[in-house]
């Protein structure tokens, strides 16, 4: 990831109803703005018998959380 991009910003493309999608321990998720303080983040892709879940519902907090850790963002088009 780029060492410019940062948080606000990436909160930013979120608030303006962008979807993205990033690589997160070997998964890749899609991540979208719901309401206020209300995140989807849905499993796109992941390795067999994978424990983890294929949709969540987060808050901005776990955003965060998630965002010191997340691999290759990448805006959804609709090409």
Known sequence: MDKNYTFKMF???LDNGFEIYY???DSKYLIYKLGKNCYK???VEAKPKSPQQKSSMITLKR???LFEFME???YKTGI
């Open 11 to 13: 909160w930013e493309d």
């Open 23 to 25: 690589n997160y321990m």
């Open 41 to 43: 983040n849905e499993l």
């Open 63 to 65: 955003v965060m959380e």
């Open 72 to 74: 290759n963002i990448e």
